[in-house]
């Protein structure tokens, strides 16, 4: 199907090559007219993945990019790579391959999209640059799929360099921004293939505990009618010819399915705060896994099912996505994660305590800021050897209008919140189902009764009692996997300062 | 720990009855306290689904809604309900209840949750208003944990009452506008229940099968920076201090993610579009299954796959939703949706010529109007005896400037939709994967070149060729379902004229 004849306009180097002599393998390679679907041809491609010893001596079809080429004399050599896998390639002048179409080979933009047919060949010594290190592929024809330009906005091999204290000259490396700005470039690494891979996972495991626990999905509006958690940091949107807002999350609607006895749900989608944080941990839209729960008569038979969920994941994580985790390994070297089962669960008087005893002064009411969190999350390293902990029974004081106080102590809660590394992950609670303590507790908040009517409502016709919390994906993707900025682990991310890509 | 001593301030009637007299009975029943998890009893909760034969003379403890009660002398039969079940209870005078206890039963609002621990009896006839046809509860103790409100804004068996033509004295319905007023209640019903828990079984088909065949779930932003598909239709958002918008679909970062070798990726989340259309059919928010993949020669690979994992949605919700499918029939009756296999794939022009047969004059390059859609489901449905077909090669003219133009016949495109009974489901393309041929395109278009930069530089760094499409989770399921307005399939429904609740 492709022809050495085939053309298009923009690509002038490679035609220059190919017209500029009379040459005997001319048939044999070239710019591949567009792909647009004209045939369907029965070529099999085989995967990078699949070019091992057992498929030596085959003639096989390949499509990849153009990692690496490297001419040397008569002969090219190329890294073909496909996702994560690699294997070299090598064009020679021969029977197969002019000179012209060695020059050919070895002018191919980096990371264009080839097709190549190629006979597979054990080597000798293992090819150690490769994840394919027993064969390498002799071409026999070389077509440009779709032709990379010349000059890429980053390097894929600097991208995936781990960074280390005191640069030393020539090791190059990415910085953030760059790698934002081109994400669909940063996105093509190892590193961001396994990180992503292993994301999709987390989604994956989520859902399939939940589901075999007997949990419903379910669907919840993002385009809401009053900004009705507060009113802060809410994003604010036209709605024909009047205002509407963004969802800061889906706890409202996760409870009025409570009340529609779904009896446990979860979903998973996009939650927005309008926060002018610049932070290692904050965006303005992530993704929340959510969960909401009726139960009989204490919310810790929702906090355990929470708990098992998290580990359910982890253990998930640890048993399918290995790979993944060693090849981030690779560029950020991180302690692979722990955690107990059952899952640790401490008071918050007992975290303050270990802070106090370690140091730290705080109020009893206080909320534990950021360093406060991590310094715990040390303590509780050391003294429990987990990195994955509960803390419950939060003060009152810190916690949203519909927590349900403790009904032994006033100035605590029902409330919890889960870290990872030292990092909230979760943050959730028994829910207030009365209508009279709701309201009783909304005002005692100042919050506007109008604006949250039909939440209120809902609990108006027989409710449970129930619990959930919402988990935010980038935080347990960066802390399972020991990153350090939650941008790594969003692949479009979305903060006060950046809306593109 | 529920005593009859407990009372909430509220609650008078209740009280009156409970304090009126002597009452042998009266630690028996009464308004527990609420439940603020004060303790973690062993009592194990009974569910009424497992109220059968098999449990006879045993005492259990259930926790219900009282979906009606009727007194009768020296009895109340009282029918609980839990989600799409329910079972008959009975509160006599004699040793565990006296009159002043059934009295108290009786006088349960409808709705109200409750805790009843009583004996399991075989009946010699069938309880007929019931799923738990066999037996009935006998009341020993009865406890409101949560108390309903005693007008109730529509009523369950109402909603459930399936529509008929000339109605019939006597024979109430809810309307829609009530329905979606009161929807914690009206989510209540068995049709409700039915209808979202086949829904969430759509989500669950679709990821399990775009899983199995390999694909990667993504995240796509919803905060876009420009409204990149035409500027139409598309919601804006204050983003501090400048303008955002909604992203109309995920195609452009799906497209994105393909260039970034993630070779097939699939994700679901909500989709807004600013249409002020108030038909059966559309809403400003619903929620996309979208799928994008790379492919080696012919788009048709990808059709095939989409094809593919929509028949098994199909054949799954057959296999694994049958009770939920005759729950909705009840109310909703419809013949069983239908399917080939193969997928029937019919091209545009073929479509055209069935329809002109049947007297419809349309010119070749004329996108179908809604009415023509639904004639054509019907000629079809009549001539292939399917509810499901894809409809290829659309008029260049009528689709999206990135759509890939078919290269023999420049008025076509390499493009499909996807119905199910005569309504389209799903739109979907090859993409334009070349950034020249893009720009060409997209100026023929009259976009502005500035606004969709990112999108067209993410092709120039070499990009295979690539489909997908989009499918409306709620028309599948109301489809499927055969109910008739999109309403019904989404909890919170978002429309020009509804936020709330």
Not at 182 to 188: A, E, F, G, Q, T
Request: net charge negative; aromatic share 8%; with cysteine.
């Amino acid at each position: 199907m492709p022809s050495a004849n085939a053309s298009r306009k923009s690509q002038e180097k490679p035609r220059e090559i190919m017209d500029a002599a009379e040459d005997y393998a001319k048939e044999r390679y070239g710019i591949s007219p567009m792909i647009q679907s004209q045939e369907k041809p029965d070529r099999i491609l085989v995967l990078v993945k699949d070019l091992t010893v057992q498929k030596a001596d085959e003639v096989v079809w390949v499509r990849a990019r153009v990692h690496t080429s490297r001419a040397k004399g008569k002969q090219c050599f190329l890294v073909l790579r496909q996702q994560q896998f690699n294997v070299q390639a090598l064009v020679a002048v021969g029977v197969h391959a002019s000179k012209q179409m060695v020059k050919f080979a070895a002018n191919i933009n980096k990371e264009s999209i080839v097709d190549i047919e190629g006979v597979v060949r054990k080597v000798n010594q293992k090819v150690g640059s490769c994840t394919q290190q027993d064969v390498e592929l002799h071409v026999q024809k070389i077509y440009v799929v779709s032709l990379a330009e010349p000059r890429l906005p980053l390097q894929l091999d600097d991208a995936i360099r781990p960074e280390v204290e005191g640069e030393e000259e020539g090791r190059a490396t990415v910085n953030q921004d760059t790698r934002l700005d081109n994400r669909v470039i940063d996105l093509r690494t190892s590193t961001s293939q396994a990180v992503f891979r292993l994301q999709s996972g987390i989604c994956h495991l989520f859902r399939e505990t939940l589901i075999n626990k007997g949990f419903v999905e379910i669907q919840t509006p993002k385009i809401i009618s009053a900004a009705s958690e507060g009113g802060a940091n809410v994003f604010t949107v036209s709605y024909f010819k009047n205002n509407a807002y963004l969802a800061q999350s889906p706890q409202l609607y996760k409870q009025m399915c409570i009340c529609a006895d779904f009896e446990k749900v979860f979903c998973i989608g996009p939650v927005f705060r309008a926060e002018d944080s610049n932070t290692h941990r904050h965006l303005t839209e992530f993704v929340g896994l959510d969960i909401e729960m009726a139960f009989n008569y204490h919310y810790h038979e929702v906090v355990e099912e929470i708990a098992d969920t998290l580990v359910q994941i982890f253990k998930g994580l640890q048993e399918r996505f290995q790979t993944e985790i060693q090849t981030v390994n690779k560029q950020f070297p991180c302690e692979p994660f722990k955690f107990l089962e059952p899952t640790l669960r401490l008071e918050y008087c007992e975290a303050l305590a270990m802070l106090r005893e370690a140091g730290v002064e705080m109020g009893d009411e206080e909320d534990l800021s950021t360093p406060n969190e991590k310094l715990l999350g040390r303590l509780v390293k050391e003294k429990y050897d987990t990195d994955f902990y509960i803390l419950d029974k939060y003060p009152l004081a810190v916690r949203p209008f519909y927590t349900m106080p403790d009904p032994r102590n006033p100035k605590q809660s029902n409330s919890y919140d889960m870290f990872m590394r030292g990092e909230e992950i979760l943050s959730g609670a028994q829910r207030i189902h009365d209508p009279q303590l709701l309201t009783e507790r909304a005002l005692h908040h100042g919050i506007d009764l109008e604006k949250i009517k039909a939440y209120i409502d809902s609990f108006r016709f027989g409710a449970p009692p129930h619990a959930g919390g919402g988990i935010g994906l980038e935080r347990v993707t960066m802390l399972f996997l020991g990153l350090h900025n939650v941008r790594q682990t969003s692949m479009f991310p979305r903060d006060p300062k950046r809306l593109t890509p």
